[in-house]
C-alpha cells in the first residue's frame, strides 16, 4: 500500500511536469492530483527537489534499459554506436518532459541526490562501454569520441523536441526516423576504427 501512494506521488508529478513547466510542480499541487493528503507527499520525500530526484532517477535508469538492449542487438562496434545514438534520440521522443528535467543541473542538484546520479553514471557508463573497447587510440581521444557522440545524440534529440527539424523535413522526402537515423549513420560513419 505505502508504494502505491509513493507511486501515485510520482505519477501525478510527471502528469504536472509534462502539462507545463516544471514551476507548476509544488508539493500541494502533487498532493491534490494524486488525491491524497497535503502532509502525504512529504512522508517520501522532503521536497520538490527530492520528487524531481526521484523522476530523474527513474529516467536514468530508464534510459540504461534502453541503451543496453540497443547495444545488445549488435556485434559491430559501430553499429553499437549508431544504434545507442538512436535508442538515446527515441527516449527523448517518448519521454521528452523527463528528459529535459533529466539535464536540469539548477532542478535537480545529483550531488545531493546519491541515488539519482549513480543511475546518471549507470548510463553514461553504456557509451562509455562501447567506445571504450577500442584500443586503437588513447584514453583522451576515446573519452574525446564518447562526448562528441553523445553531443551530436543530445543534440539531435533537443532540435527534434524543440521542433527545428520537423520545420526542416518539409524540404525533405523523409521522415523524422529517417532524418534521425541518417544523422547518427552519418556521423558514426567518420568516427576512427
Known amino acids: 500500500m ?39 507527499p512529504y512522508h517520501y520525500f522532503a521536497d520538490r527537489e527530492a520528487i524531481l530526484a ?15 538492449s540497443a547495444v545488445d542487438a549488435h556485434d559491430d562496434q559501430k553499429d553499437k554506436i549508431a544504434a545507442l545514438g538512436e535508442s538515446y534520440v527515441q527516449f527523448a521522443l517518448e ?12 532542478m535537480v542538484d545529483l550531488d545531493k541526490h546519491p541515488d539519482a546520479k549513480a543511475a546518471a553514471n549507470k548510463a553514461f557508463d553504456v557509451p562509455i562501454r562501447v567506445m571504450g573497447s577500442n584500443s586503437n587510440v588513447d584514453e583522451a581521444t576515446r573519452f574525446a569520441t564518447v562526448i562528441g557522440c553523445w553531443s551530436m545524440a543530445h543534440g539531435l534529440a533537443t532540435l527534434a523536441l524543440e521542433g527545428v527539424l520537423t520545420n526542416k523535413l518539409a524540404d525533405l522526402d523523409q521522415s523524422l526516423d529517417d532524418l534521425i537515423r541518417n544523422t547518427v549513420k552519418t556521423f558514426t560513419a567518420r568516427l576512427p576504427d
Open 2 to 40: 505505502k508504494e502505491d501512494l509513493k507511486y501515485k506521488i510520482l505519477k501525478a508529478s510527471l502528469d504536472l511536469l509534462e502539462e507545463g513547466d516544471v514551476s507548476a510542480l509544488s508539493m500541494r499541487e502533487v498532493a491534490r492530483r494524486a488525491g491524497v493528503s497535503h502532509q502525504a
Open 54 to 68: 526521484e523522476l530523474v532517477r527513474d529516467g536514468f535508469e530508464r534510459l540504461h534499459q534502453d541503451e543496453t
Open 95 to 106: 519521454n521528452p518532459s523527463l528528459f529535459r528535467l533529466m539535464f536540469r543541473c539548477d
